[in-house]
């Protein structure tokens, strides 16, 4: 049974910064992409970023500059930096890891407002 527990989400001022994190469990469950997803009210849920085991990374547009995404194998962790935080980066942030099946967290609230 492969879980992702999301941590680090929260309220923020516009130009501040969070770093969220995401720990993959399942006995011997090594994801091969891992990456965040947001879906904020009324929205499809969309790609944030993505990276890969070997650490290549692809950025949404609108974020690109402005959030890292990385990971750390050897925990099954991935994280998301975000900085210059705009209101509209408020949604919920959805955890993804994929092997040879796909796996989600929970979800995360992050809300950017003064």
């Known amino acids: 049974q492969v879980q992702l527990v999301e941590s680090g989400g929260g309220l923020v001022q516009p130009g501040g910064s969070l770093r969220l994190s995401c720990a993959a469990s399942?006995?011997?469950?090594?994801?091969?992409?891992m990456g965040w997803y947001r879906q904020a009210p009324g929205d499809q849920r969309e790609l944030v970023a993505t990276?890969?085991?070997?650490?290549?990374?692809n950025y949404a547009a609108s974020v690109k500059g402005r959030f890292t995404i990385s990971r750390d194998n050897t925990k099954n962790t991935v994280y998301l930096q975000m900085n210059s935080l705009k209101p509209d980066d408020t949604a919920v942030y959805y955890c993804?890891?994929?092997?040879?099946?796909?796996?989600w967290g929970q979800g995360t609230q992050v809300t950017v407002s003064s």
């Open positions: 993804n890891a994929r092997a040879f099946s796909t796996y």
């Open positions: 399942g006995s011997g469950f090594r994801a091969n992409v």
């Open positions: 990276i890969t085991r070997g650490g290549s990374t």
